[in-house]
């Protein structure tokens, strides 16, 4: 294949090893690859990644914004670089956001501020386990809890439908306040805390005993959950094929000792943040809260881009922020997951190209609430926070084919060898337009995720994977052999037929 060579021999790095040297512990990130950055902390590479990151640069979409949020969904024309993805759907990249916020969380490292992973703290314990819609649980957290019934969770109501607890300045209580950055993800989290109280009702029903029905009920959610991951999402971003490869013949590249397991930074840092490539620049959130929402044709459906400026401030934001509560900010899931009713919408294919709202952030949506506002400009910066190597110097690690430099023709005016030690943000992107034609991921980018993703469920003591490999999915589904969102959705009752709109 032209601009991919073969990996070469490993002793490219003399004195470097490929996995994970020294031990660590599920409090504090770590590295998979002990390899060299892809570039020195200069100044210099940091102006360079500030340029590939900048608004209206070579990763901008540049999606006509002043064409407004429902046309640029409806005549995709308008948006040449916003391509569907025939077979992820529109919640592919949410519930990818809300898996994110359940196992890492940086609260502490600075952007272009070199800082070794292993002494830095991850505020979420890595591993699929719901920390962040559980918190500490019902003793610890109880600010989660009903009060009338400790074991279930509070959810409000918006007006017409669910809503997350709010403080009275909007602030929404629940265990990781990212799950509110957006209207979507507030509303899967919503949907999370109606599943588990609707698996507390079936508990309850087969008599276990008042001081079970909590960690029996959590995990029931819990394991549906990282099924969901395993059977559905996985093979949806990496492919069925290296799902089963990985599930049969092992971890190659993440080996971490049992009680040492931890969150890598090749992982956090770059790779997984191959998500914002799948946002889409709008989105309809319902069919039917907002009465006049489709200027178009008179529908009552509500679109918003997902942040536009004019929403700073606005009590119910012409976006679709988080932090706002009215009747019309709840999500309609038949766009976002597939229903059977034909009003499913695709995901954005996964490629170099970032919708040009997420070059703009609210202050609200970063969670150290300071500049640069690009989204793309703060994931590169990391990279050299962690020292990060190049996606060309893990695929030989790997010994997997390489992207050659003639692949990256745009990066070479960057300077600073950025088309052959190239960022592994934007590497893994390339490759999986490159190699997986959006699809899916590719590559290094499939590799690591794949890996970490099967590392982190197998090296936690409690997920089904390391109880009960086994077990099956118990809860109602429409096809006996699998559980999917559409199921989990459906049991929580924030299904279209549940809503009867
Ligand atoms: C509208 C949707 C999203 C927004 C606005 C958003 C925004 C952000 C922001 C502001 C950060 C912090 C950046 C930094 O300072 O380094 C971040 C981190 C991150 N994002 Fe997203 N994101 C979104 C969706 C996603 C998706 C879909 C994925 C993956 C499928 C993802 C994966 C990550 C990861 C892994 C991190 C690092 C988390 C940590 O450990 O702190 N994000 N995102």
Known sequence: MSGVTAGAAIATFPGTATAQTAPTNPRFFGRMFNLPPFAPATQQVQEALRELGRPGGIMDAKDPLNEGPVRLITNPELSP????????????????????HDFTFDLNSRLAVPTPPETSPNTRFPTLSLDSVYGGGPNANPEFYDPADRVKFRVESGGLFEDLPRRSDRVAIIADPRNDENLIIAGLHAAFLLFHNRVVDLVRSQGAPADQV?????????WHYQWIIVHEFLPQIIGHGLTQDILRHGRQFYRPAPGQFFMPVEFQGAVYRFGHSMIRPSYRANLAGDPGGNPATGAPAFFGFIFDPAGQGQA?????????????RFIGWQT??????????????????????????????????????????????????WSLPSGQAIAEAMRIPILTREIFPELRPLGNNLDASTPLWYYILKEAKYLGDGITLAGVGARICGEVFFGLLQLDPTSYLS??????????????????????LTYARVDPASRRQ
């Open 316 to 328: 119910d934001p012409v976006d679709l922020r988080g932090r706002a509560r009215a009747r019309r």
């Open 81 to 100: 670089n916003n391509v569907d993805n025939p077979f992820h759907t529109a919640g592919t990249t949410f519930f990818g956001q809300f898996v994110d």
């Open 467 to 488: 109880v009960q490999p086994t077990w099956t999915p118990t809860l109602p589904r429409r096809n006996a052999n699998t559980f999917t969102m559409v199921d989990l």
């Open 336 to 385: 976002f997951f597939n229903f059977g009713d034909g009003q499913v919408r695709a995901n954005k294919r996964i490629d170099t190209m970032i919708s040009t709202p997420l070059f703009n952030l609210p202050l609200q949506a970063i969670p150290s609430n300071d500049p640069p506002t690009s989204l793309p400009q703060r994931n590169l910066l990391r990279h050299l926070t």
């Open 214 to 222: 909590f960690n029996r009920a959590k995990q029931i959610v819990t």
